[in-house]
């Protein structure tokens, strides 16, 4: 596709429940986020990619949160044991950019995570 | 504190007003700058893109840097129902040696033009 799709758009979780989050980036971009973005919030920064290494997890709330990009394109975020404090929108990111940064970012419209 | 403080607004302007949405940050390795416009339920899309201080134009977007203050603006001419969204203000520093773009966010203002 043209731009980068996450899946599925809206998710209802049961509190304990597990949940896995699926980006699929632009085609033949290296870098690779997932941003986290709460109501009334901008978004906060999870974990980068470049290809299938994950460079950066410095964002990741707790160890229930896992990002794995294997082969590196299509991404998932994994959240176990869901807490209603995971609501939020999780968005993915991606761009051509390694090692600069003066490439655009584009944004998937991101998946509603509603833990109930 | 924040690295980057944003009112959230909300923001109602006529049609046809000049808008001006601001920032301030904390983190003076910042050298990236953006603003990004986000309609409801989609994902941030770019504006404005600013290397370090100064002025870029485009259209009606004027996007300005004035690192010694720590301070960003937006300004939006002859504003538009159609500019009516929420605004993210959004920057990036060189991690180390690696810089790959990592984006800090402002909170985001929300603004509604109203014909």
């Known amino acids: 596709g043209a731009g980068v799709s996450q899946s599925p758009r809206y998710k209802v979780a049961k509190r304990g429940q597990d949940v896995a989050l699926r980006c699929d980036p632009i085609s033949g971009h290296v870098s690779l986020f997932w941003y986290q973005q709460a109501l009334g919030q901008g978004p906060e920064f999870l974990t980068y990619f470049q290809n299938e290494a994950q460079l950066d997890k410095s964002g990741l709330p707790s160890d229930r949160f896992f990002a794995e990009r294997p082969e590196g394109s299509v991404s998932t975020l994994k959240i176990q044991r869901t807490q209603q404090e995971d609501s939020a929108v999780y968005l993915c990111?991606?761009?051509?950019?390694?090692?600069?940064?003066?490439?655009?970012?584009?944004f998937g419209q991101g998946t509603r995570l509603t833990v109930v | 504190q924040k690295e980057v403080e944003q009112d959230p607004g909300p923001l109602s302007v006529p049609e046809g007003a000049i808008v001006s949405l601001n920032c301030t940050y904390s983190n003076s390795a910042f050298q990236y700058f953006m603003w990004y416009r986000q309609y409801s339920r989609k994902g941030p899309e770019l504006l404005m893109y600013t290397y370090s201080s100064g002025n870029k134009e485009d259209g009606r977007f004027t996007a300005q840097v004035d690192k010694s203050s720590k301070y960003i603006s937006l300004f939006i001419r002859d504003s538009q129902p159609s500019d009516s969204a929420t605004y993210l203000c959004a920057m990036s520093a060189q991690a180390g040696g690696t810089s790959y773009g990592k984006l800090t966010f402002g909170q985001g203002t929300i603004l509604t033009v109203h014909p």
């Open positions: 990111a991606s761009s051509l950019a390694t090692g600069t940064l003066n490439t655009e970012a584009f």
